[in-house]
């Protein structure tokens, strides 16, 4: 491959094509159906997939096939085939996974911004879904083109572009098994679904953490009553706040669950410490938007890279019960309900920890109040298989050639891609390039979202490095 003839024919299919249909996609609010009980009766799920269809059968993509793929009462999959070069039919097949539904909107987008109407500024593409993860489609189909631009060979690819990743991916396993005998088996897995420390080079994620949700209800009362009754009746919120520290350390933030403290891999140790030596604390602290003199909870870059990418944590991330301030009267509620997230280490059973964080929330209730703990859909998290020497050596290249000279870098992910672990144990043997464009203040799945585009297209460019090392291996 002709780096420098790859570069300016990516740069134009972005700049022509990706973004202004990108652009558009931003447009349609079809969040995924854990936020939208009602998108079977909504048109946005099959306009975003009939949008992405549409334009795959105007890229002229040698012996492409692409097909709307629907289960009765599930969302719409795009299911993508490219046969393999001619001569190099036996050289496998690689699978490239992406989704198109989004999360909510959230609040807190600056003046100017909002999740379903595109802005382009400063390089970045801003609205929700672009870079969570509307491209994944339009980089790894312009990944192949960009090979079959310059005549260079690439094996059998099969594109999977689901529409429940943000709800865990619970009509995934329905299609893989459907489309099982058409998808064969995968020995490249290529994954654009993931973050980057940074916007100048390639980030490889070798591991992901699970995540575990569920309801906590406490309840104290039949009916609310007046506060004078305090002192009498205990609070709802008080007894909530004593099982929280069941589970959590109020001051460290440590997780008291045995189930969830499982040992660090010593290699992914050396990752998390070479990763420090690139992104140090000033890198760690642009990404998040403190506010104030707020900032992480280390001033050690290695020990919050492993605490994002291997450490459990609890997050309470949605509440019921609690009436909006205005209308907040002196009362004493009956009852108090939080939404708790807990990320789980790559190598956790997150059956085995549901059943551990319920046990413990739901023992001995404190002054005999009501407690449950619903468990929602566990996904556990991911750990890559060893990488295969000519992967390293392509992703290395890849990011030399389409990053300025800066090569790959390994890093974990603290998030959860419910179709990696399930990847990983249909397909053992394969390898995987997990990656994406979440970086710095992207913020996916809060307010001001955007889309690195220079990065959207020296990643693109690496994905073609890697199909033409698969092909040539």
Excluded at 314 to 321: D, H, L, P, R, Y
Excluded at 345 to 352: A, R
Excluded at 416 to 438: K, N, R, Y
Aim: proline residues 8%; glycine residues 10%; aromatic residues 8%.
């Amino acid at each position: 491959m002709d780096h420098a003839k790859a570069r300016a024919f990516i740069n134009a299919r972005w700049d022509e094509s990706i973004i202004p249909t990108l652009s558009d996609y931003i447009r349609i609010p079809n969040k995924s159906p854990a936020f939208d009980a009602e998108w079977e009766s909504k048109p946005h799920m099959d306009d975003a997939v009939a949008m992405f269809h549409d334009w795959c059968l105007g890229e002229p993509i040698d012996g492409m096939r692409a097909e709307v793929v629907k289960l009765e009462g599930r969302t719409p999959l795009l299911f993508i085939e490219v046969p393999a070069t001619p001569g190099c039919e036996d050289k496998g097949t690689v699978m490239m996974y992406g989704h198109y539904d989004k999360q909510p909107e959230f609040d807190g987008w600056r003046e100017g911004l909002s999740p379903w109407e595109p802005v382009i500024k400063d390089g970045k593409l801003y609205g929700r879904g672009g870079a969570d993860d509307g491209y994944a489609m339009f980089g790894s189909l312009t990944g192949i083109r960009t090979l079959q631009d310059q005549g260079v060979p690439h094996g059998r690819a099969v594109i999977i572009i689901e529409g429940c990743e943000e709800s865990g991916s619970s009509d995934l396993p329905y299609y893989i098994e459907h489309l099982r005998d058409r998808i064969g088996s995968p020995d490249l897995v290529v994954c654009l679904d993931a973050e980057c420390g940074n916007y100048t080079q390639l980030w490889c994620n070798t591991n992901l953490r699970g995540n575990l949700t569920g309801n906590l209800k406490v309840r104290v009362l039949s009916e609310g009553v007046h506060s004078g009754g305090s002192g009498i009746v205990v609070d709802s919120f008080r007894v909530l706040r004593q099982l929280l520290d069941r589970v959590e350390d109020p001051l460290t933030g440590e997780t008291k669950v045995p189930a969830l403290a499982t040992a660090i891999p010593p290699h992914r140790i050396e990752e998390a410490r070479a990763s420090a030596k690139v992104l140090d604390i000033e890198n760690l602290q642009e990404k998040f938007p403190f506010v104030g003199n707020g900032g992480p909870v280390s001033d050690d870059p290695e020990t919050l890279i492993l605490n994002m990418t291997w450490r459990a944590t609890m997050t309470v991330t949605g509440a019921e019960g609690l009436p909006a301030l205005r209308d907040a009267g002196n009362v004493l509620r009956p009852y108090t309900t939080v939404k708790l997230s807990f990320r789980l280490p790559p190598n956790c059973d997150p059956v085995k920890a549901g059943e551990d964080v319920k046990r413990i929330l739901e023992a001995d209730p404190p002054y005999g109040a009501e407690v449950r703990f619903d468990v929602h859909l566990p996904n556990p998290g991911w750990d890559a298989p060893p990488i295969a020497d000519w992967l390293s050596a392509a992703m290395d290249e890849g990011s030399k050639a389409f990053f300025d000279g800066n090569g790959v870098m390994y890093t974990g992910t603290g998030g959860t891609i419910p179709f990696m672990s399930m990847l990983g144990e249909m397909f053992p043997d394969a390898q995987f390039l997990v990656t994406g464009l979440l970086g710095p203040h992207s913020n996916a799945h809060g307010p001001n979202e955007f889309l690195h585009i220079a990065c959207g297209k020296g990643l693109t460019g690496c994905v073609a490095a890697v199909l033409e090392a698969h092909a040539a291996r």
